[in-house]
Each structure stands twice: as structure tokens, then as C-alpha cells.
């Protein structure tokens, strides 16, 4: 088990001087985190993205702020050492300040996050310097941002032509002014992200965004094939095969209780002489 050290925005902006890559995995509830944290991870985002794999949604546009505040506490529980974001949902930071505000109070008082993270670019700058001047970090997140899916025309890599690496430099750079400690970059072509990544002073952290960023962020679910049906991701490497194992042995138990090897006299308990004579009396001892 690696040793376990608490970072925070000071601390992650100096790894990034550094050169040292930062590591980040979701997670959605208690057991998920306490084995992250193990594990030694630096970040564990809660993300709205346990509307697809926990949830069951086909996207994350169901997702409330009740859902988000509900597994963030449950997160923090299982990783009280571990730097926590946690994301806000679809349409939570996009009307008034005030209303911006109450939903990341929730997430920070009730969730128990150390912060919240927002998708989009130029078009929540304002709502970013708003919460950062409240007191709260915010993570940035631009290129493939899943609450948008349907304005963006589905999953498609980002940064594939100059305008593209232009308006993504350009919103990063926008984020970073407006007091973002760090910006995920998802599914954005390799050069953009590297170029993104050396014209910021904060950390980038990619998911498909190439090897060039200042650290990685992937699924739990993806890394650990965690799901079924699971469909490949080329961004994604499989680091264990849980679902089979999972599948396997629940199959196995299923098979013992139909053929009535489980349970076995291993997992019984037996019943004092006296017990057995006040259901069936002396004459009846043993009778089935």
C-alpha cells in the first residue's frame, strides 16, 4: 500500500514546476475511495459522470445537485486524506451568481469537497472569478465537455484544426485568469494540450489529451472494466479486469445454491442440546 500525502492547489501548482505528474481517478461512494486513497492517488474527482456508470443514465444531463452532494459525502468519508473536487452539474452554474453560489455552498457544506470543477470556456469566466472570490477552488474543464454533448454534435476529439487550438488556448488561458487552479482536457488532440499545457502556470490534467499534460485523469469504472457491457476507449488502459472476477464469482454462488452445495457445514451454526429439547421436547431430539 503506497504512502498516503495530502496535496492541495499550493502543492499541485509546485508539482507542476516540478515536473511531477499528478494522478486522478473518479470516484462515486465509500469503498471506491478508501481503495484510491490506498492506493495512494492524488485527486479523486466526484464526477457527474456516475450518471452513466452508477446511475444508469445515457448521459450526465440528469445528474442533480441532490445526486452530486449525496456521493461526495460518501467519497469524503472513504478519502478524508485525499483532495476532493466534485462536479457541478448540468445547468447549476449557468443562471444568476446567487443561484451559482447556492449549489456550490451545498457542495462544499453538505459534500464536504475541497472543490468544484466547471465545464465550458470564455462563457463561465465570470461565474469561475465568482466563486474563487467566494473562497471556493474551481477546476476548469474544456474541450470535450459531456454536459454540451448535444451542442458539440457527440464525442468528438477536440483541437483538430488552428481555429479549434486557437478558441481552446484561448479559453484556458481565459480560465487561468479567472482563477482556475487547474483545467481537465478532454479528448483533445495531443500538440493543442501540450501547447496548452506550456502556455499555463497551472496544472493541465488529461483524459485523451495525450501525454504531454501535467497529469491524467481517467474512470474508475474504465480503468478496472467495472461495467457490463463494457465498450473499449482508445484514452483508456485496462489496469484489472474486476468485472469478470465479479461476474465469475456471482455466477459460482448462484450455482452452489441451486445444487445445494452452499451453504456447506462450514458456514452453519449449531444449537445447544437444551435449544434442540424446547422445539422438538426429549423424546423428539433431532427430529427434522
Request: net charge negative.
Amino acid at each position: 500500500m503506497a504512502e498516503k500525502h495530502a496535496t492541495n492547489i499550493v502543492k499541485m501548482k509546485k508539482m507542476k514546476t516540478d515536473g511531477v505528474p499528478l494522478s486522478m481517478l473518479t470516484a462515486y461512494d465509500y469503498p471506491s475511495a478508501r481503495l484510491a486513497e490506498e492506493a495512494g492517488i492524488d485527486l479523486i474527482l466526484v464526477g457527474d459522470s456516475l450518471g452513466n456508470v452508477v446511475l444508469g443514465y445515457d448521459t450526465t444531463l440528469p445528474v442533480t445537485i441532490d445526486d452530486m452532494v449525496y456521493h461526495t459525502r460518501s467519497v469524503v468519508r472513504g478519502a478524508p486524506d485525499t483532495f476532493i473536487v466534485t462536479d457541478m452539474p448540468f445547468m447549476t452554474y449557468h443562471g444568476s451568481v446567487d443561484e451559482t453560489l447556492r449549489g456550490v455552498r451545498r457542495l462544499m457544506q453538505e459534500g464536504r469537497a475541497q472543490a468544484v470543477k466547471m465545464e465550458g470556456g470564455l462563457e463561465i469566466c465570470d461565474t469561475v472569478s465568482a466563486v474563487v472570490k467566494a473562497g471556493v477552488p474551481v477546476l476548469g474543464h474544456i474541450g470535450l465537455t459531456p454536459q454540451s454533448v448535444n451542442m458539440i454534435g457527440g464525442y468528438r476529439i477536440q483541437g483538430k484544426d488552428p481555429e479549434d487550438a486557437r478558441r481552446l488556448i484561448n479559453e484556458a488561458k481565459a480560465l487561468e485568469a479567472a482563477g482556475a487552479f487547474g483545467i481537465v482536457l478532454e479528448l483533445v488532440t495531443e500538440e493543442v494540450a501540450e501547447a496548452i499545457t506550456k502556455a499555463l502556470s497551472i496544472p493541465t490534467i488529461g483524459i485523451g489529451a495525450g501525454r504531454y499534460c501535467d497529469g491524467q485523469v481517467l474512470v474508475f469504472h474504465d480503468i478496472l472494466r467495472y461495467a457490463s457491457p463494457y465498450r473499449e476507449k482508445r484514452f483508456v488502459k485496462t489496469y484489472a479486469d474486476v468485472g469478470s472476477v465479479i461476474r465469475e464469482g456471482i455466477s459460482n454462488y448462484v450455482k452452489e445454491v441451486k445444487e445445494r452445495s452452499f451453504p456447506s457445514e462450514n458456514h452453519i451454526f449449531n444449537a445447544d442440546e437444551h435449544v434442540l429439547e424446547s422445539l422438538y421436547g426429549a423424546s423428539g431430539k433431532g427430529a427434522k
